[in-house]
Structure formats: C-alpha cells, structure tokens
C-alpha cells in the first residue's frame, strides 16, 4: 500500500518495502500537467459536463455553468439541463453502459443554430463508469482554399460547416 507523499525525499513503505521519492518533484509535475488540461478545458467553447452511472452532475466546465447561470454539481442531469423529473426519453446512458461513443446532433435554442453532442463512457475500477458529454456549435470555415502561399490564401466560395 503506498502513503501519501508530500516532503521531498520522503519516506514511504510499499508493500513491506522502504522507498525514497522525490514527492515534490511528481507534484510539481502533476500540477504543471493539469495546469495544461484545465487550459485546454477552459479555451474550448462548447460546453462540457460528466455524469454519474446514477444520473448526478459531477463535473462542469466554466461555459457551462456561465450558461446555466449557477454550477449544477450534485444535481441529476436532466433536472439541471432539461427541468425533467425523470432521465430523458432519448437518454443514451444504455449505449455508453456498452461503452458506445455517441454523436448526436442537436438543436441549440439558445445560440438557434444547430449543435454537436459526443458523449463518451470513461470506465473506472470494476463496472463503475461516467458519461463524460461535449455539445459544440460548428465551425464556419471556408469550402477551398486557392493558395497555400503564406499571406497569399484565399477563398473560393461560401462557407460550411465543419464538425
């Protein structure tokens, strides 16, 4: 069994075994890694939210939350989202339970545009699992490029969109 570290150079017992580790280095790494997941998590502008197997918020980005207008953490995700009393009818909790990866496309009727869903399991020790969902608007962007010449590109056409 592995003690929590916190001193460099610290003291631990493994299984029966005296180790020395540089514990203030492995933190000094694990904050600069998830310094740089919550940066990506942050610039993304869609929203983001995992769910428990038994329906609860466990996780909002910053959009999120700013959209919804408070953090909806501990609550059921179709109370929070949708105002329903009940697990929504087209809820894919059964395909990601088959750790499925779901695409889906929606209508955003805040931004009226149409919107992108992927929902995704992420398994835990045993049977536990999450249902970790990303909604994200499309990008416009343009249909050919004439020239990839830096300083020299152009646009051929409209636009579409790109998911």
């Not at 910053?62 to 207008?69: I, N, Q, W």
């Not at 889906?104 to 992420?122: E, H, L, M, T, W």
């Not at 970790?132 to 249909?143: A, G, R, S």
């Amino acid at each position: 069994m592995l003690s929590a570290c916190s001193d460099v150079g610290q003291q631990l017992q493994i299984e029966g075994k005296d180790m020395t580790v540089d514990c203030g280095r492995q933190m000094d790494a694990w904050r600069e890694l998830w310094g740089q997941y919550q940066a990506i998590i942050d610039a993304f502008d869609g929203l983001i939210y995992i769910c428990s197997q038994a329906y609860e918020v466990e996780f909002v980005n910053r959009r999120l939350a700013e959209t919804l207008g408070y953090s909806p953490l501990g609550q059921k995700c179709h109370q929070a989202f949708y105002n329903l009393d009940q697990p929504c009818p087209k809820c894919f909790k059964e395909k990601l339970r088959r750790g499925e990866t779901v695409r889906k496309k929606g209508f955003d009727p805040q931004k009226n545009r149409i919107c992108y869903q992927v929902a995704s399991p992420v398994h835990l020790q045993g049977e536990a699992w999450m249902m970790v969902t990303i909604q994200y608007l499309p990008i416009n962007c343009p249909t050919q490029v004439t020239s990839l010449e830096p300083g020299g590109a152009s646009e051929n056409g409209g636009e579409r969109n790109v998911a």
